[in-house]
Structure formats: C-alpha cells, structure tokens
C-alpha cells in the first residue's frame, strides 16, 4: 500500500479526533454553552483553510525517519496509528501557529487572513480574540497529555512547544519595536537584526519543529540528528523568508498584493539597500523620504531605487549561492535526514510564488 498525505486526510484527522478531544476537555469544566459554542467556532476558524504545510511535514518526515536505509523508503509507508499520531503533533503545530496569527493581525491590524475576515474582526470578536490566542496556545499541552503522556518523549514534545513558542516570541518583539509601521526610522534596520528575526519568528516553528517532532516520534531524536535538523532547517526558514520579501515586491502571479514597502517591514530588500547605498546619498534620501508611507506613489520611488541597485540580480545571486550552501550541509547529513531536508529544500529552492 502506498503513502498518502493529502490536505483532506489530515484534516479529517483534525476534525473527528484532535477538536472533539479539545473540546471534551472544555466541556468537563461546565463552562456555559454560549463560551463552548464561541471557543469552537475559534479553534475551527483559526486553523482550518491554511496550506497545513507545516503540520503535513511531520507525518511526511516520519514516514521517512522509521526506515532504515535511504533505500526502504519508495515503498514506505505509515500504519494506521502512526499516522494518527504524528498528524496530531503536525496539527499542534498548526494551533501554535494559529495562535501566533489571531495575535499577529491584531498587533498588526490585519483585514484578512486566508480569504477571511480576521479573527478579531469577526462580529462580536474585537479584543476577546487576545484571550482567544492564549486558548488556542493553551489547548496544545492538553492535546499532548491527551494522547502522548504515555509516551516516553512526552517532556521532549512539551520542552519542545515551549521553547519554540519562547523563541518565537522574541523574533515577534524586535520586529514590533524594529519596525512599527507608524513610526519610520531605518537607521532602526540592519541585515544581523532581520536574520534574527527571520530565523526566531520564522524559522525555528516552521522549519524545525515538524521535523523535530517527527524525530521523536521515529525515536531517532538523537543530540546528532536534532543538532543536524537545526543546522539546515534554520537557514533554509531564513532562505524561504528572503525568497517571501523578494516576491513581496517583484514577484509575479503570486495571489497577493504585496504591502512590505507600505508596511514599513524590516525585510530584505530595505536591508539590502541600506547596506549598499551610503548614508548620505541620494538614494538614501528616496528611501528615507519615502519607506513605510500608505501612498503608492512613495512606494513606486522606492522601488525605483532598488531597481536602480539592480536588487533583483543581487537576490538571484544571494539565491544561488543559498541553495548550493543548504546542499553542501545536507550533504554531511545522515542518509536519512538528507532525505528529509532535500524534500524540505526541493518545495522551496527557486520557486516564483
């Protein structure tokens, strides 16, 4: 029998097992029916209709890390409960990401999220969603005690959250006080704070968690291979988030209007050009004059200016250089794991949307 992993399947598994468990443990609290009916209506809102690339990747992976040779995976597959289990860990991913989202569009004071209005918008939400974020942040540690306190990596998975969640975090806040988008000060941004950033806000939850869970559900989370997981995965989400910023501004067809120069995001590019135009030249000017103001006019000079830097060139340059350096790392990996990262590196490397 062959692998399969479709969205429909994992998403079945949230449906019919991991919200019914969430709320069971809501109702055994006697909380009235109007919170039962609104905690619900949150969790389902906030997780469902995502790309669940994040979740998907843990039964992707340990499909993968429970073989034994490179050689036995065409032919491996999950049984059953294996691949219950690891989609509950890929769907505890997506509530931490839920959380961090209904606390993001808030902070940010987003209008939309997957084609919907965000949380907080929503009739009758407004500033509860805060409490809301908390809930769904919570609800991961019950849904670990639920199904994996029996475990014998139980305290790993929940060091694991924590510490992600920490790490998160901290990417979150030198983004809020780098870059807050009514006050503009690119004196503020540089390319050691924005990897920072990336690799704390982005690429810690994105890229290493799943894989990280997947070792501890494969039982090969040993200090080599999870050492092996971060050296990779953490420049590969800091990669991925260059590529983001880049398509934010020239890319093509990419299903959304970009907004990081209206924004005042601390992104790539901006460092980017900071980095090559001198302080006091005309260039700077443009950009100073210009970055982070709600007028497409002042956004139209500021991509002026990097055309004039020829910035698309130098990403395609960073872009290469990039994806030969992750291949080089993966290449001193374990057979498996470099299985794991190149599926990682071959969804991500030169991709246009």
Same mark, same amino acid.
């Given at each position: 029998m062959?692998?399969?992993?479709?969205?429909?399947?994992?998403?079945?598994?949230?449906?019919e @097992? &991991?919200?019914?468990?969430?709320?069971?443990?809501?109702?055994? +609290?006697?909380?009235?029916? =109007?919170?039962? !009916?609104?905690l %619900?209506?949150a969790?389902?809102?906030?997780?469902?209709?995502?790309?669940?690339?994040?979740?998907? @990747? &843990?039964?992707?992976?340990l499909?993968?890390?429970?073989?034994? +040779?490179?050689?036995?995976? =065409?032919?491996a !597959?999950?049984? %059953?409960d294996?691949?219950?289990?690891?989609?509950?860990?890929?769907w505890?991913t997506?509530?931490?990401?839920?959380m961090?989202?209904?606390?993001?569009?808030?902070?940010?004071?987003?209008?939309t999220?997957?084609?919907?209005?965000?949380?907080?918008?929503?009739?009758?939400?407004?500033?509860?969603?805060?409490?809301?974020?908390?809930?769904l942040g919570?609800?991961i540690?019950?849904?670990?005690?639920?199904?994996?306190?029996?475990?014998?990596y139980?305290?790993?998975?929940?060091?694991?959250?924590?510490e992600t969640?920490?790490?998160?975090?901290?990417g979150?806040?030198?983004?809020?006080?780098?870059?807050?988008?009514?006050?503009?000060?690119?004196?503020?941004?540089?390319?050691?704070?924005?990897?920072?950033?990336?690799?704390y806000k982005?690429?810690?939850?994105?890229?290493?968690?799943?894989?990280?869970?997947?070792?501890y559900?494969?039982?090969?989370?040993?200090?080599?291979?999870?050492?092996?997981?971060?050296t990779?995965?953490i420049?590969?989400?800091?990669?991925f988030?260059?590529?983001?910023?880049?398509?934010d501004?020239?890319?093509?067809?990419i299903?959304?209007?970009?907004?990081?120069?209206?924004?005042?995001?601390?992104?790539?590019l901006?460092?980017?050009?900071?980095?090559?135009?001198?302080?006091?030249?005309?260039?700077?000017?443009?950009?100073?004059?210009?970055?982070?103001?709600?007028?497409?006019?002042?956004e139209?000079?500021?991509?002026?200016?990097?055309n004039e830097?020829?910035?698309e060139?130098i990403?395609?340059?960073?872009?290469?250089?990039?994806?030969?350096?992750l291949?080089?790392?993966i290449?001193q990996?374990?057979?498996?794991?470099?299985?794991?990262f190149?599926?990682?590196?071959?969804?991500?490397?030169?991709?246009?949307?």
């Amino acid at each position: 029998m062959s692998y399969t992993n479709s969205r429909e399947k994992f998403e079945q598994v949230f449906r019919e @097992t &991991v919200v019914p468990a969430i709320m069971e443990d809501v109702k055994k +609290t006697g909380i009235d029916q =109007k919170a039962y !009916d609104w905690l %619900e209506q949150a969790v389902l809102h906030n997780t469902i209709g995502g790309k669940y690339n994040r979740g998907m @990747t &843990v039964p992707d992976s340990l499909r993968i890390l429970k073989c034994n +040779t490179a050689e036995e995976i =065409k032919d491996a !597959d999950l049984t %059953e409960d294996e691949y219950k289990l690891s989609s509950i860990l890929g769907w505890c991913t997506e509530l931490l990401q839920a959380m961090f989202l209904v606390a993001d569009d808030i902070m940010d004071a987003s209008i939309t999220r997957r084609g919907h209005p965000c949380w907080y918008r929503m009739e009758g939400v407004g500033m509860v969603a805060i409490n809301d974020s908390f809930i769904l942040g919570a609800v991961i540690f019950n849904v670990l005690k639920r199904f994996f306190r029996q475990e014998s990596y139980y305290v790993d998975l929940l060091e694991l959250f924590h510490e992600t969640s920490f790490q998160t975090e901290l990417g979150q806040l030198l983004d809020l006080i780098t870059a807050p988008e009514d006050k503009v000060h690119l004196d503020n941004f540089n390319l050691n704070k924005y990897s920072f950033i990336v690799r704390y806000k982005t690429a810690y939850y994105s890229f290493y968690l799943p894989v990280a869970l997947a070792m501890y559900q494969a039982g090969v989370a040993t200090e080599q291979n999870l050492k092996e997981a971060m050296t990779v995965l953490i420049p590969l989400g800091e990669y991925f988030q260059v590529q983001d910023d880049f398509l934010d501004c020239f890319g093509v067809d990419i299903g959304k209007i970009g907004t990081d120069i209206q924004d005042n995001k601390c992104g790539w590019l901006i460092n980017k050009a900071l980095e090559i135009v001198g302080k006091d030249s005309e260039h700077r000017k443009i950009l100073d004059e210009n970055y982070g103001k709600k007028d497409a006019e002042c956004e139209k000079k500021v991509k002026a200016v990097y055309n004039e830097l020829k910035l698309e060139q130098i990403y395609h340059d960073y872009e290469k250089a990039k994806v030969e350096e992750l291949e080089a790392l993966i290449k001193q990996c374990s057979p498996l794991n470099q299985e794991v990262f190149n599926k990682f590196l071959s969804k991500i490397a030169y991709r246009k949307k």
